[in-house]
């Protein structure tokens, strides 16, 4: 994602970061890492203008959020991703 980070925060950015993160999500979906039988029941990847809202998008914060249901434990897996002037950083908020 370094390729992006001086781009406007707007629903264009949000649609490469959702695609990017989709595809990484799907192959470990592909390579067995995660439960399911359809990619939609193995994981979710949000990037929208309601994660970013303005004060968000005035930080010059991307956030997304992914839900993985990895095969142990046997729960699903929440991070937020935050992308910021200064750096990324990775969260896990929890299971659901």
């Known amino acids: 994602m370094d ?8 629903p ?3 649609n490469v970061t959702r695609e990017r993160l989709t595809g990484f ?3 470990l979906f592909q390579r067995g890492a995660l439960k399911g039988i359809t ?4 994981f979710f ?10 004060e968000e998008r005035e930080e010059g914060k991307v956030l997304c959020e992914v839900g993985l249901a990895p095969l142990s434990p ?10 910021s002037p ?5 969260e896990a908020a929890g299971g659901a």
């Open 3 to 10: 390729d992006v980070v001086f781009e406007q925060n707007d």
């Open 12 to 14: 264009a950015i949000w």
């Open 25 to 27: 999500c799907y192959e």
């Open 39 to 42: 990619p939609e029941e193995a």
């Open 45 to 54: 990847v949000k990037c929208d203008a309601e994660l970013n809202r303005r």
């Open 74 to 83: 046997a729960e699903f897996i929440l991070i937020q991703i935050t992308r």
């Open 86 to 90: 200064a750096g990324t950083t990775i």
